[in-house]
């Protein structure tokens, strides 16, 4: 089956690192993405990984992927209020076309 | 560029009804996916429009169905409407995989 998992809830003190863990299922899947949703809205892109790579470090947010234990975590740096919000991580299966496979989401709450 | 726009942004429809969301894709974009995502999950996907062809299909049953335009713009057509399919849906359109796909804010669709 196709099982996208990550821990639904994560609280961090504004200022500290979060870290949002992923596991996905398609070893071959060519691409990995993170977007943000919050309330009321559609979702954003963040990052997205190629699967050649094991990290990609973007201003605040860096993403680390390892492909043998199909891992897949983003660290955001100096949490904001800002980035309270779900976080999905998907991937894109092989031979799917374009279709991407979200997880459930990752509800970020960051207190003061 | 203008990004993705859906209309409407809310809908209710009775059990039985049918329904029509619209999308307009990104300018430049020849690809448009639809999701559903239900409260509490992550989006699902139900189909995906490649120069007006359907190219992938999710675990949806044939009521479910779309159209893609010359312009690139799109619709969701939900036949019988059941007090499940009640959602949010989004649109993503995208040019290239690699860049991943950029969402509408979704219309909220509730069947009562």
């Known amino acids: 089956g196709e099982d996208v998992e990550q821990s639904l809830f994560l609280s961090v003190r504004e200022g500290d690192s979060s870290v949002i863990n992923c596991t996905y299922t398609?070893?071959?899947?060519?691409?990995l993405y993170w977007y943000k949703q919050e309330p009321g809205a559609g979702l954003q892109l963040l990052t997205y990984?190629?699967?050649?790579?094991d990290m990609k470090q973007d201003q605040r947010l860096t993403v680390l992927l390892n492909k043998k234990d199909k891992h897949l975590s983003l660290r955001i740096a100096d949490t904001q209020t800002g980035d309270s919000a779900i976080y999905f991580c998907?991937?894109?299966?092989?031979?799917?076309?374009?279709?991407?496979?979200f997880g459930t989401g990752t509800r970020l709450q960051v207190t003061l | 560029e203008t990004g993705v726009t859906q209309s409407p942004t809310h809908l209710i429809k009775t059990r039985g009804q049918q329904v029509t969301l619209r999308c307009s894709s990104q300018?430049?974009?020849?690809?448009v996916s639809w999701y559903q995502q239900a409260l509490g999950q992550g989006p699902q996907f139900i189909f995906q429009?490649?120069?007006?062809?359907?190219?992938g299909r999710g675990n949806f049953p044939p009521r479910f169905s779309g159209l893609q335009f010359p312009n690139y713009s799109s619709e969701l057509n939900v036949n019988a409407l059941e007090l499940d399919d009640s959602a949010l849906y989004l649109c993503?359109?995208?040019?290239?995989?690699?860049?991943?796909?950029?969402f509408g804010s979704g219309t909220r669709l509730t069947v009562v």
């Open positions: 993503a359109s995208s040019l290239e995989v690699e860049r991943g796909y950029t």
């Open positions: 398609d070893s071959s899947s060519t691409y």
């Open positions: 990984i190629f699967s050649n790579m």
């Open positions: 998907a991937e894109n299966p092989t031979g799917t076309a374009s279709k991407l496979t």
């Open positions: 300018s430049g974009h020849n690809t």
């Open positions: 429009y490649y120069r007006e062809e359907e190219n």
